[in-house]
């Protein structure tokens, strides 16, 4: 191999690396989007068996769920998008570039499903906290 070759192998890495660290982060969230799924389900099970059934609680949960539910698929989607892209850097440069477009679009789209993932755990976070100062309250 040329050392310009090699320099431009290296250089190309170096590029892959940013999708990287923001794949990093994605797998993160969804570290914590499973946990919080996880607590909710336990809350779930056990308003389920207690004697009074369906509740104000058990409502706000399942809106909880849902809106957790976006956010795991935003950020997996984010996850993916950013793979592409980083794939899309080394296939670009395969076929010695005309994958910039490409590029931009699919790590543009996994900026968007990224924040989108963050939007929806925020709605998460803040539908968890209501919930809690209701309780406290002595209310739902």
Do not use: Y
Request: aromatic residues 4%; hydrophobic residues 55%; proline residues 3%.
């Amino acid at each position: 191999m040329n050392p310009p070759v090699v320099d431009n192998a290296a250089h190309v890495v170096q590029l892959a690396l940013t999708p990287i660290f923001l794949l990093s982060g994605v797998a993160a969230l969804l570290n914590v989007f499973s946990t919080r799924l996880g607590r909710i389900s336990d809350q779930v099970d056990r308003l389920a068996d207690a004697a009074h059934g369906r509740s104000p609680r058990l409502a706000r949960l399942r809106l909880r769920s849902r809106v957790l539910d976006v956010a795991v698929l935003s950020a997996a989607l984010a996850g993916g998008l950013t793979c592409a892209a980083a794939l899309t850097l080394f296939v670009g440069e395969i076929r010695s570039g005309g994958a910039g477009r490409l590029l931009f679009v699919l790590f543009g789209g996994a900026l968007v499903c990224a924040i989108t993932a963050l939007a929806a755990f925020s709605c998460e976070l803040i539908l968890a906290g209501r919930g809690v100062r209701d309780r406290a309250d002595g209310g739902g």
